[in-house]
Nanobody, 120 residues
Framework: QVQLVESGGGLVQPGGSLRLSCVAS????????MGWYRQAPGKQRELVAA???????HYADSVKGRFTISRDNAKSTVYLQMNSLKPEDTAVYYC??????????????WGQGTQVTVSS
């Protein structure tokens, strides 16, 4: 069994910063791509940023230059540093990971989500 647990969400004023963390645990053999998605009320879930096991990154146009994704493979953890936050960044943020488990199966796993609210 694999779990992804996010932390770091909260309420922040426009222009502020937050850092999200997501730790993967369980019978993990290898973690491939990791990423962050978000879903605002009434909208579809969208990709925010992704990172490969080798460290290559991809960002949505709306967050380029403001958000930075990184990972610590030794800790099975992915981070999302969010700077210059805007009200339109308000959403539930979900961690995602492509994981090979010890038994040999591959799965696409999701965290439970963490709320980010940008408001004055």
């Amino acid at each position: 069994q694999v779990q992804l647990v996010e932390s770091g969400g909260g309420l922040v004023q426009p222009g502020g910063s937050l850092r999200l963390s997501c730790v993967a645990s369980g019978s993990i053999f290898r973690i491939d791509n990791m990423g962050w998605y978000r879903q605002a009320p009434g909208k579809q879930r969208e990709l925010v940023a992704a990172i490969t096991s080798g460290g290559s990154t991809h960002y949505a146009d709306s967050v380029k230059g403001r958000f930075t994704i990184s990972r610590d493979n030794a800790k099975s953890t992915v981070y999302l540093q969010m700077n210059s936050l805007k009200p339109e960044d308000t959403a539930v943020y979900y961690c995602n990971a492509h994981i090979w488990v010890v038994a040999g199966a591959f799965g696409n796993y999701w965290g439970q989500g963490t709320q980010v609210t940008v408001s004055s």
